[in-house]
């Protein structure tokens, strides 16, 4: 069965500060989204597994952010939490056009 989707415009491409996460929200979900070096963009869902705290506000380095709180590492390419913690964040797709960033969410 085909999966419908749902793009929802969340910011510009310009509004983006490199290798920092800004919080963006789509729909009723609250995402961390981040551009890294060379541009490229993820997003997140914006609480960590260990104690919610608010991942577009941690440091990012290479293709992972650092939670704020406790300094958990957290993949995000794949939202994997980095050993030796466990857990694991959503991630979500991201699509560019005309210089406008949507989220690829999965319809209810």
Not at 17 to 25: A, D, F, R
Not at 47 to 66: D, N, Q, T
Not at 97 to 108: A, F, S
Request: aromatic share 6%; proline share 5%.
């Amino acid at each position: 069965m085909e999966q419908l989707l749902n793009k929802i415009f969340v910011t510009k491409v310009n509004e983006l500060p490199e290798k920092l996460g800004k919080t963006v929200q789509a729909g009723d979900l609250e995402l961390a989204i981040f551009k890294l070096e060379g541009g490229d963009i993820r997003v997140i869902e914006n609480r960590c597994p260990h104690k919610g705290g608010v991942l577009a506000e941690g440091m990012v380095s290479g293709k992972h952010v650092f939670c704020p709180m406790h300094d958990w590492k957290i993949s995000v390419v794949d939202g994997k939490v980095q050993d030796p913690d466990v857990g694991c964040v959503q991630t979500f797709d991201v699509e560019v056009k005309n210089e406008n960033v949507y989220v690829i969410l999965p319809q209810k």
